[in-house]
């Protein structure tokens, strides 16, 4: 059996090595190291042995980052059973047998504080005829309008290349789930792209910065709820595991178009914008 133990930073650890135990300045290891960095500092300890994991957190003190690089590490995994262990007052246990419902389990026990990073998700809504002939998003905007819902990606997607860069998040909607999966997504840059072409598949709140995808997550709800297209300006720090907090500041578009089925397809698409600043006005 294998444990790693997922830090604060998204950082993951051999629990028998000693390089945790030397960054920590810490004259514990093995399980006994794993054990306190679980208890007091909101690691995430993972065993692994033979298609099962076994789990170990706090979710009162759980870090945010912690959890969202387990979330990602969970859905590489080949698993039968994921035995998930919870300290709150007295160690609680719940048994799943797939990566999705070990998601779920874990996201409903867990529960983040929005204060916790108040200010650093701030947008200002557009009304669409604000958005200048000139605009990049314009041109993405005429399309939709000309295809009257449908979703044509062979005229939708080189509109998007050359505007802005291929910068898109594809969102599927079912009317049997009140979940929004991430379909595709395209041209974020490294480290977004890294991660989020990991995100296929998952809900829109599963982001490794999970506090900013549950953020973000409510302008697709709106259009899905509306059925009419939204023009944000965005100003968000985001903090990637592994990586400092960075700011990202851009223009978003979200057009709603049919799915397969029942289903509905939400396109964001993002036009950065560096002279977007609404902290300015916000403190």
């Known amino acids: 059996m294998r444990t790693l133990l997922f830090d604060d930073t998204g950082e993951v650890w051999d629990a028998k090595s000693r390089s945790l135990a030397e960054a920590l300045q810490a004259s514990l290891c093995g399980d006994e190291l794993a054990k306190y960095v679980v208890r007091n500092l909101g690691y995430i300890a993972?065993?692994?042995?033979?298609?099962?994991?076994?789990?170990?957190?706090?979710?009162g003190v759980v870090s945010p980052t912690a959890l969202s690089a387990l979330l990602?590490?969970?859905?590489d995994q080949p698993l039968e059973r994921v035995l998930i262990s919870f300290l709150?007052?007295?160690?609680?246990?719940?048994?799943?047998?797939?990566c999705d419902a070990a998601v779920r389990a874990l996201l409903a026990r867990v529960k983040f504080n929005a204060d916790d990073r108040k200010g650093d998700f701030l947008k200002r809504p557009r009304p669409l005829h604000d958005l200048p002939r000139t605009s990049p998003l314009r041109a993405i905007l005429e399309v939709w309008a000309d295809a009257e819902g449908k979703y044509d990606r062979e005229r939708l997607h080189p509109v998007i290349q050359k505007a802005v860069n291929g910068r898109f998040v594809l969102v599927e909607s079912s009317p049997t789930s009140p979940a929004l999966r991430i379909k595709d997504v395209g041209g974020m840059g490294n480290v977004a792209n890294y991660w989020l072409s990991r995100s296929i598949g998952l809900r829109v709140e599963d982001q490794p910065d999970y506090a900013y995808g549950n953020w973000v997550a409510t302008p697709y709800r709106q259009v899905l709820s509306t059925g009419e297209p939204s023009l944000d300006d965005v100003d968000a720090v985001i903090t990637w595991p592994q990586q400092p907090r960075i700011g990202y500041r851009y223009r978003r578009l979200v057009l709603p178009f049919e799915g397969n089925g029942d289903s509905t397809l939400l396109l964001g698409v993002t036009l950065v914008d560096p002279n977007i600043d609404l902290r300015i006005k916000a403190n």
């Open 72 to 75: 990602y590490w969970l859905h």
């Open 46 to 59: 993972a065993t692994v042995s033979a298609g099962s994991i076994r789990l170990r957190l706090r979710p």
């Open 88 to 98: 709150d007052g007295d160690w609680s246990h719940e048994l799943v047998q797939s």
